[in-house]
Nanobody, 123 residues
Framework: VQLQASGGGLVQAGSSLSLSCAASGARIRSYYMGWFRQAPGKEREFVIGINRSGGITAIKDSVKGRFTISRDSAKNTMTLHMDGLKPEDTAVYHC?????????????????WGQGTLVTVSS
């Protein structure tokens, strides 16, 4: 499966933004999907994941209550919706997919990656 993330941009703190991950080459319903982010000078970190049934099974504590994820099997897309954005959310966001069963949160658990989209939150 090939993944392409889009929707990043420059927003003010407190704003909302949605990122989209479009899949091609395979149906996303076959994969566990997730979003990761990498801030400047920091390691890539897991943000949120969604299972094949559309349930959120893992989420980073600092984004609970602000971020949510959904998938549209008909459109073969996944969306990360972010509310109440903070400057510390500034990062390049990557969507990823894996065939691993469960709720994987490590980068090494994911086999397929999108190219990333930059989200910058100004204070």
């Amino acid at each position: 499966v090939q993944l392409q993330a889009s929707g990043g941009g420059l927003v003010q703190a407190g704003s909302s933004l949605s990122l989209s991950c479009a899949a091609s080459g395979a149906r996303i319903r076959s994969y566990y999907m997730g979003w990761f982010r990498q801030a400047p000078g920091k390691e890539r970190e897991f943000v949120i994941g969604i299972n094949r049934s559309g349930g959120i099974t893992a989420i980073k504590d600092s984004v609970k209550g602000r971020f949510t994820i959904s998938r549209d099997s008909a459109k073969n897309t996944m969306t990360l919706h972010m509310d109440g954005l903070k400057p510390e959310d500034t990062a390049v966001y990557h969507c990823a997919a894996t065939t691993i069963v469960g709720a994987p949160t490590k980068s090494s658990d994911y086999y397929y990656w999108g190219q990333g989209t930059l989200v910058t939150v100004s204070s």
